[in-house]
């Protein structure tokens, strides 16, 4: 086998791997090896036995490889509807990216950015009523709603989201930024990705969270928008007192700030 991948024989690899093809991964990767040398007839034959297999497909990679056996054929509007399908179990941005764009291959005109908001709705819903208390709420789907939010720049769609469910706070600060003109909004979202920094308690976290905030100051400028950091730092300052790193760097980062903003309140 390794003679016959140094030679790039890739029909000799196939044909040795055939003979020993025993789990699901292997006809999963006899599958992927045939259509890459365009043999249709024995993809579809690999894909049968995957169909075939008791074991768990981890990542839908059968569904993945019908797909693109769909798509080697140019059948496009089969493609779409089994593509939907996958992204209707995994509720990856990557899976309704690639609806999107066979929609477009197939002529097909249904509205798939309301039919992905539904969806994710709805099982967001039903996650909220199977969990009583909302501190633990596991926040996948809403991170999915969100991400797809952010994809179509639905900024006022993804704000009113947050502010009811907890979110990622990668995707929060992602949120932040993009509507940063609009101070009053972003900085409780920027408030909330620096706290959930904070709470990792530990120093990387913390370098992280004042670099968050130093971003946060020069993105925030006026005083009208700045004076909004004087009350949220005093309170972390109070909080997080012992022994904390945080605070040093904060009264490094933000003492001179923080100086001002106090002489212009009282002022």
């Known amino acids: 086998e390794q003679q016959a991948m140094v030679s ?23 599958a992927e090896r045939c259509l890459e040398i365009e043999d249709y007839k024995a993809v579809e034959t690999w894909l049968k036995k995957c169909g075939q297999s008791i074991e ?10 019908q797909i693109k056996l769909s798509r080697a054929k140019e059948r496009w509007p089969e493609a779409l509807e089994m593509q939907w399908v996958l992204y209707s179990k995994s ?3 990557k899976d309704y990216l690639a609806v999107l764009e066979l929609s477009e291959k197939a002529n097909d005109s249904h509205d798939w950015q309301n039919k ?6 709805k099982q967001l819903l039903n996650k909220q009523l199977q969990t009583k208390s909302r ?30 469910v907890h979110a990622n706070p990668t995707l929060l600060l992602q949120l932040a930024w993009n509507i940063s003109k609009q101070p009053q909004k972003s900085f409780h979202l920027f408030q909330r990705v620096f706290e959930s920094q904070i709470h990792r308690d530990n120093n990387v ?35 997080f007192r012992p022994n904390r790193p945080i605070i040093h760097w904060l009264q490094d980062a933000f003492g001179s700030i923080l100086l001002m903003l106090y002489i212009r309140e009282l002022v």
Do not use: C, G
Request: aromatic share 8%; charged share 20%.
């Open 205 to 239: 976290a913390y370098h992280q969270a004042s670099e968050i905030s130093l971003a946060m100051a020069d993105q925030l400028k006026t005083y009208q928008t700045n004076k909004l950091l004087i009350d949220p730092h005093v309170h972390i300052r109070q909080n």
């Open 116 to 121: 992905a908001i539904q969806l994710l709705n």
């Open 8 to 30: 790039n024989d890739e029909q000799a690899v196939i044909r040795l791997k055939q003979k020993m093809a025993t789990s699901l991964y292997d006809y999963q990767e006899l």
């Open 135 to 164: 501190a633990h709420w596991d926040t996948s789907i809403t991170d999915k709603l969100l991400e797809l939010y952010l994809h179509h720049k639905a900024f006022e769609e993804a704000l009113a989201l947050v502010t009811k």
């Open 56 to 65: 768990q497909d981890y990542h839908h990679r059968t569904a993945r490889i």
């Open 91 to 93: 509720l990856q941005l």
